[in-house]
């Protein structure tokens, strides 16, 4: 068994930008509806469980995550926004409207990893964070491991501030 260290971002959504990051033609941010249910669990799957950095931690994950998911798609307002890539949904971010939880970016922005490196999660986590605000939501959080480019390049965009987080979980490698 080994510890993983985590990082838990918070963003005060008084200070959220007023601009979104600009899309490419073709693609869009919109909210999942329930019949997209399996495609978003396939796509964060995908994400996560083809991404090196989260291979020693991705089956832990995956329970939650499959809990997670059935869960926002068991509401009625589903609180999981895609991306996609024309009809191809290619991301995906499961929230939630709790207003204490550990994380609000239940799965974070998760992005399949032939469309990484354009700019797609900072969108998709700017639309998540914009859905949080629009449910009256003031200062959310999102956990992320500490080694992971997440931690580095998304997270701290539109001001989030990371402090190290103990999850009280060992996760075997």
């Known amino acids: 068994m080994r510890l993983v260290s ?95 939880p550990v994380s609000h970016l239940t799965s974070g922005p998760c992005i399949l990893i032939e469309y990484r490196n354009r700019g797609f999660g900072s969108a998709l986590l700017y639309e998540s964070l914009q859905v949080l605000k629009s449910a009256s939501l003031h200062h959310v959080y999102g956990i992320t491991k500490k080694t992971c480019p997440s931690a580095k390049f998304v997270y701290p965009k539109f001001n989030g501030t990371g402090v190290d987080f103990e999850l009280n979980t060992k996760l075997s490698s």
Do not use: M
């Open 6 to 100: 985590w990082v838990r971002f918070t963003w005060n959504l008084k200070n959220l930008p007023e601009n979104p990051p600009a899309l490419p033609e073709n693609y869009a941010l919109r909210r999942a509806v329930k019949q997209e249910e399996k495609t978003v669990l396939k796509v964060i799957h995908n994400s996560l469980g083809l991404d090196s950095d989260w291979l020693d931690v991705s089956q832990q994950l995956f329970q939650n995550i499959e809990n997670c998911v059935k869960v926002a798609f068991a509401q009625k307002d589903i609180p999981c926004i895609v991306l996609c890539h024309g009809t191809r949904i290619v991301g995906a971010s499961v929230l939630t409207f709790e207003s204490d």
